[in-house]
């Protein structure tokens, strides 16, 4: 079992960035796949990015592409998400998650507290 801790949300103009954290506990983080999520109120929660174990692999949501990049530091047990060129409809609650599928979008059965991004216009 992995337990997650994100970090490094708050409140930025629109056209900023921001970067995520999220530390990881135990030993076998390299064996996880990582992803971030959000979800803004109201909404459903929506997929944002995945990393690959080995973080030689990425997917990410079509409509983020080239202003989120994800990564990952496996000796610090941590993966990141910097965002770029933020709207204010990113404004969410953003997840991080782990899941050890063989897929990089297969189910994510771990999950932290989330970290409140806010873009104001």
């Known amino acids: 079992q992995v337990q997650l801790v994100e970090s490094g949300g708050g409140l930025v103009q629109a056209g900023g960035s921001l970067r995520l954290s999220c530390a990881a506990s135990g030993r076998t983080f390299s064996s996880y796949t990582m992803g971030w999520f959000r979800q803004a109120l109201g909404k459903e929660r929506e997929f944002v990015a995945a990393i690959s174990r080995s973080g030689a692999s990425t997917d990410y949501a079509d409509s983020l592409k080239g202003r989120f990049n994800i990564s990952r530091d496996n000796a610090k047990n941590t993966v990141y998400l910097q965002m770029n060129s933020l709207k204010p409809g990113d404004t969410s609650v953003y997840y991080c998650?782990?899941?050890?599928?063989?897929?990089?979008?297969?189910?994510?059965?771990?999950w932290g507290q989330g970290t409140q991004v806010t873009v104001s216009s």
């Open positions: 998650a782990a899941n050890t599928g063989p897929g990089l979008r297969s189910r994510f059965d771990y």
